[in-house]
């Protein structure tokens, strides 16, 4: 092969290293479990050294609910305002640690392992994330704290979705209906829809964004409590189609 050939070469081989979709199945295929376990633990010492460095400059009261518009409306001792968190992202940890040890069907989980871990990490970057927006409204950054929640909220959902499409049949992780838990088919082809559905639904929650107070709520809340109904119900058509 002419040597002018080379460097084109190694340049689409560099683009396809670097591409998004070769990022996302390397990074997916490095979540073994001691490294999620290592970035779980981290976000967790991150999130509580955040809250000790913060600790001191803020006051003894500190606000910590908006209402759908993403006016403050509620506030709470600073203590638990910043330690919540970290709390809830320990408390996480721990289901991650327990499920695939207690659930009868854990071979299942092992078999979507790294898609499993991948859903823990969201989560836990998810609340990390939470924690940071309760910090800057509270040193007097203003924004729109909806708007800021709803952006994360769809794209937790959206990465849910993918996951689902992955999942096996298990007791803990999933759309879980008497009909799914009862058949492997089921289970893959409701959670095959489905995580198509809370895709498209994380996408529509977006809209969320544009529309104050009630509006918010049915622009980002009901596309994915229609996509859960639509995917339970489609579970039950899919069992009775079934032979039994």
Known sequence: MSSAFLPCANLRCAREKISPISFAAKFSNYMNTKATNFILLGSIILAVALCIFVYPWLPDEIVAHWNASGEADGSMPKFWGLFLLPVIMAGLFVLYVLIPKIDPLRANIESFR???NLFWIFMSVFFLYILCLVIAWNFGYAFNFAAAIILAVAGLFFVLGGILEKSKRNWFFGIRTPWTLSSDVVWDKTHALG????????VVS???IFFP???????SIVPLLAAAGISAVYSYVIYKKQPH
């Open 206 to 208: 977006l809209a969320g």
């Open 213 to 219: 107070g009630e509006a918010f709520v049915i622009f």
């Open 114 to 116: 790294k898609h499993y």
């Open 195 to 202: 995580g198509r559905l809370f895709k498209v639904a994380a």
